[in-house]
């Protein structure tokens, strides 16, 4: 049964027993081989599906989930969102308009389905290059996949159906350092992905350095953060900042018009980037998704709304509604909540490798632990450094020892502390992490 279908038939028997319906459709499929040192296992998901249901009763609102694209079943979920109502500012649910569909879908991935066995081949190629030349691998761990999903969001109001397919290559070493490939859509060639192990591995220093071992302890150095490892830190410390309910509820001082960065500094918030897996043409209320410019030139623009906060501070949504887990809760009951979608760093001057060599003494940091336990408040954060490596004079010399080092920093500037979007310097390239399109970012910290 094709989602619109199914969609159909539930919100028309669903409006016998609720004032509104709103539905949040997603099915799909996914290959994987999992390499773990020597072996690859196969992996396949067939007839995932996740139906998110609110309903609104007498200006009151339900929710409830199911985990199966049967009529019946949804219809006791509505049922049971009808049971844990509670009060709402929403009197309606969207009205979906034709929102611009996002070009992150490929048939090739999904043909892949029909040839699984070119998918295992690679992941062999990529095995066999990394042992060609090492002899010394403690773990190996790495994968190779490709998945199909179909998304519908739907209400009394209109549907709208879209598409997305990935294609997923990534290769970690020893636990210490790691790479990946993500895109909509296969590559040209599977090249790349086949020697992801075996460039991890030569690329990683065989030595080990401590903070006294660098002599940078309690010192300020320069620190060049990787994109995804900066995308983790911007959506910990930047959300309570940016939301409106924040503002609402008085967590935010930000004020549009109000300076909070380096005037290179620029970000969007986006739902409309083709080249990203997280666009989707609405968010999960079916709002239109958007390119939201949250900071431009180290200027504060605007706040991010779903449709409840959006009415109570008389303002529109901006597409930012989503269905959102937070700790233990299950993503497909999670309450609808405003979130950051893709996000944007308008790049800088200077390449990735001047901003290597410039460096006498450093570190390059691409992944950090403990980012859960921010202090949200005041967009500042201690965590351990998780995989990175030292620079001295340019070069990438050791790996730094894990659980040896610990960096603390705050976003904005605090009182007699400067921000680290204060004295932020942006690479002229950037990475798509499949979330986010950032530049590599070099900033003074002290460890």
């Not at 490929?106 to 998918?119: A, M, R």
């Not at 620029?266 to 390119?291: F, Q, R, Y």
Request: net charge neutral.
């Amino acid at each position: 049964m094709v989602l619109k279908e199914f969609a159909d038939q539930v919100i028309k028997r669903a409006l016998k027993l609720v004032d509104d319906i709103e539905l949040c459709i997603h099915t799909g499929k996914s290959i994987e081989y999992e390499i773990n040192n020597e072996k690859i296992a196969p992996s396949l998901g067939l007839g995932q599906a996740s139906v998110g249901i609110r309903v609104l009763k007498n200006n009151m609102l339900g929710a409830s989930a199911i985990t199966r694209l049967d009529v019946e079943e949804a219809m006791l979920a509505v049922s049971k969102a009808l049971t844990n109502l509670k009060p709402t500012v929403l009197t309606g649910f969207s009205a979906i308009n034709d929102c611009r569909q996002i070009r992150n879908y490929d048939k090739n991935v999904l043909n892949i389905f029909n040839n699984p066995e070119k998918l295992r081949n690679v992941a062999e190629s990529m095995q066999d290059n990394l042992y060609s030349v090492a002899k010394d691998v403690e773990s190996f761990a790495a994968g190779v996949s490709a998945s199909y999903s179909e998304r519908c969001i739907a209400t009394s109001q209109g549907a709208i159906v879209s598409q997305k397919s990935s294609f997923n290559a990534f290769a970690d070493i020893n636990s210490i350092d790691y790479d990946y490939i993500i895109s909509y859509s296969l590559p040209d060639n599977f090249s790349k992905v086949k020697c992801l192990a075996r460039n991890v591995y030569e690329h990683l220093p065989k030595k080990f350095i401590t903070p006294n071992g660098l002599n940078v302890r309690g010192k300020s150095v320069d620190v060049i953060f990787d994109p995804e490892c900066f995308s983790a830190i911007l959506r910990t410390l930047l959300s309570e900042k940016v939301y409106g309910s924040s503002k609402l509820a008085g967590l935010t001082k930000f004020r549009p018009g109000q300076k909070i960065a380096n005037e290179i500094f620029t970000l969007i918030d986006t739902g409309v980037e083709d080249e990203l897996l997280s666009s989707t043409p609405t968010d999960d209320e079916g709002t239109c998704s958007h390119e939201n410019v949250v900071i431009q030139d180290g200027i504060f623009k605007m706040f991010l709304y779903d449709k409840a906060s959006a009415l109570k501070d008389n303002a529109e949504s901006t597409g930012n509604g989503m269905r959102r887990a937070i700790l233990a809760e299950d993503s497909i009951e999670a309450p609808v909540r405003e979130t950051l979608r893709g996000l944007k760093i308008k790049p800088g001057e200077v390449r990735l490798n001047e901003m290597i060599n410039d460096t006498k003494k450093g570190v390059y940091i691409k992944s950090l632990m403990g980012l859960h336990g921010a202090n949200k408040a005041r967009a500042s954060f201690v965590a351990g450094v998780h995989c990175g490596k030292s620079i001295v004079n340019g070069n990438m010399e050791h790996v730094l020892q894990p659980g040896a080092w610990n960096i603390g920093a705050n976003l904005f500037n605090l009182k007699n502390e400067k921000g680290m979007l204060q004295t932020i310097e942006l690479s002229k390239e950037t990475l798509n992490t499949g979330s986010a399109i950032l530049p590599w970012v070099k900033v003074k910290l002290k460890f």
